[in-house]
């Protein structure tokens, strides 16, 4: 992975840098002077060897003829200056017969032609060379059963050589017939340099276009994605904030019910302690009156009996109140785990949202039956009812404006798995309002006072903190039905 970095790297270095192009440009302008000159030379070896070939070519017809001559009778000619011209042709073509034993004296040979025919002896059968500016080929004349007939005299065996021919043709012929190929060669070589470099420079110049276009899309969508992040993050503070204001609502409104239901209660009793001591300053003054009856006396201590009696039950009820006021908000504030008993912590959501149902026809029901007592989080499960609660006030029944009644039935799902159904009878909700339920901010009463975060803390302490399920289910004029389940301790300090 790190070579294929490194060379995503080196390559993009390279498509951004023009300099680094004349590079590449170096080794095709290489490569295709390589080929110049290997084509060149080629040209120039192929007619060497069109050269040889058509010296050979003339020798056999050469050494043709003569055998043709020889196997009818020999052709006699005189020794004279017009014989010894016989074999040259005129034009650029000159052929010249020549030996070491010459029985014509215009056959002597020259010196190159003397060391060519020892190198016959030697063994060689055709020698070519360049001289200068004309090309020379010369081959061997072996002696064979025709040559005999002339030449036995001069002491000749079958296979002996008895000289050789050369032909000669100058070699600005020869140049002049490859000329053209060098010219195509060369302007093929240049045009595939332009068309190359044309096509390189115009694909490397697009691509680093690109690329750049490309990096500048990359940096402009990076600071999106930071600007976005950056927002992203300020929604997520925000909403956490709002979620706290809106938990600490929650508290508030469960602060001022719990007041308000404490305020009958202490009320009632501080009236009775007010009535008690009427009754006891009344009994003293009975007691200091010279006469006084039994039957006086008796409705006076009945009086204070019943005072006190009045005042005990109304502050016992408060202390209950004080008492379920304190594990509600110590729950919901502190977040720890603690023993509790389910049927109670019902009772104390219903006693902490008594102020807003007990002036509506709306009946609130626990279905709770024998369970053992329970370690966890019973903060986040208050937190779930007493919205659930809220939500279905002032939803389902219209700020308690319909009749109906919510059923909280829990029980064990399993050894360690506690499952609680909340189910009211209000008006329900629609497909589109069921299937956004639980998104952040969705209220179906937005201008009248709905957060739309009741329903999203739920499922957030549901799924988050409970670490358990949800599922609601909901038509209109069919009320809700919400499923949960979550596992949960047993407490440990029952037996």
């Given at each position: ?38 084509n060149a030379a080629s040209i120039d070896r192929h007619a060497h060897q069109m050269a040889e070939l058509r010296a050979r070519l003339v020798f056999n017809m050469i050494q ?146 690109h690329v750049l276009q490309l990096e500048r899309e990359r940096d402009q969508r990076r600071k999106t994605a930071e600007l976005l992040a950056d927002k992203v993050a300020e ?261």
């Amino acid at each position: 992975m790190k070579a294929e970095s490194i060379n995503a790297s080196l390559r993009e270095r390279f498509i951004k840098t023009p300099l680094w192009w004349a590079g590449l440009l170096m080794v095709f302008a290489a490569a295709i002077a390589t080929s110049y000159f290997w084509n060149a030379a080629s040209i120039d070896r192929h007619a060497h060897q069109m050269a040889e070939l058509r010296a050979r070519l003339v020798f056999n017809m050469i050494q043709t003829t003569r055998s043709w001559i020889a196997g009818h009778g020999g052709v006699f000619a005189p020794d004279s200056p017009e014989l010894t011209n016989l074999l040259v042709r005129e034009g650029e073509l000159h052929i010249r017969l020549s030996s070491l034993k010459p029985i014509n004296p215009a056959n002597v040979p020259n010196a190159w032609e003397a060391a060519v025919l020892h190198r016959f002896e030697s063994g060689a059968r055709e020698v070519v060379e360049q001289d200068g500016a004309v090309f020379r080929y010369m081959a061997a004349l072996v002696v064979t059963e025709t040559c005999m007939q002339c030449h036995a005299q001069q002491g000749y065996q079958l296979g002996d050589i008895r000289g050789g021919i050369q032909i000669s043709q100058p070699a600005e012929r020869v140049f002049a017939m490859v000329a053209q190929q060098h010219r195509t060669n060369l302007i093929v070589h240049v045009t595939a340099f332009v068309v190359i470099m044309l096509l390189l420079g115009t694909s490397l110049t697009t691509i680093r276009k690109h690329v750049l276009q490309l990096e500048r899309e990359r940096d402009q969508r990076r600071k999106t994605a930071e600007l976005l992040a950056d927002k992203v993050a300020e929604l997520e503070a925000a909403q956490n904030e709002l979620v706290q204001s809106e938990k600490m609502a929650s508290l508030g409104r469960m602060v001022a019910g719990f007041a308000h239901e404490v305020n009958t209660p202490v009320g009632v009793a501080v009236g009775a302690v007010s009535h008690t001591l009427e009754s006891l300053a009344q009994t003293e003054n009975l007691l200091d009156q010279e006469e006084v009856t039994e039957a006086e006396l008796r409705a006076g201590f009945a009086t204070l009996r019943e005072a006190s009696s009045l005042a005990l039950s109304n502050l016992q009820r408060a202390a209950d109140m004080v008492a379920s006021f304190k594990r509600t908000s110590v729950d919901q504030t502190s977040g720890q785990e603690r023993d509790f008993a389910m049927a109670e912590l019902i009772d104390d959501v219903f006693r902490g949202m008594h102020n807003h149902f007990k002036r509506t026809a709306i009946e609130l029901v626990s279905d709770c039956p024998q369970m053992p007592m329970l370690h966890g989080l019973a903060g986040a499960l208050e937190q779930v009812l007493n919205n659930l609660l809220m939500n279905s006030y002032l939803h389902a029944f219209e700020e308690g404006a319909r009749a109906g009644s919510i059923r909280i039935v829990a029980r064990m799902a399993a050894a360690d798995q506690l499952a609680i159904d909340y189910i009211d009878s209000g008006v329900g909700m629609d497909a589109d309002t069921l299937a956004r339920l639980f998104e952040p901010f969705f209220t179906t009463r937005r201008g009248k006072g709905g957060s739309g975060l009741g329903m999203y803390i739920v499922y957030n302490l549901v799924t988050q903190v409970l670490c358990g399920s949800l599922q609601c289910e909901s038509q209109p004029g069919q009320g809700l039905h919400c499923h949960i389940q979550f596992p949960i301790k047993r407490s440990s300090s029952v037996g």
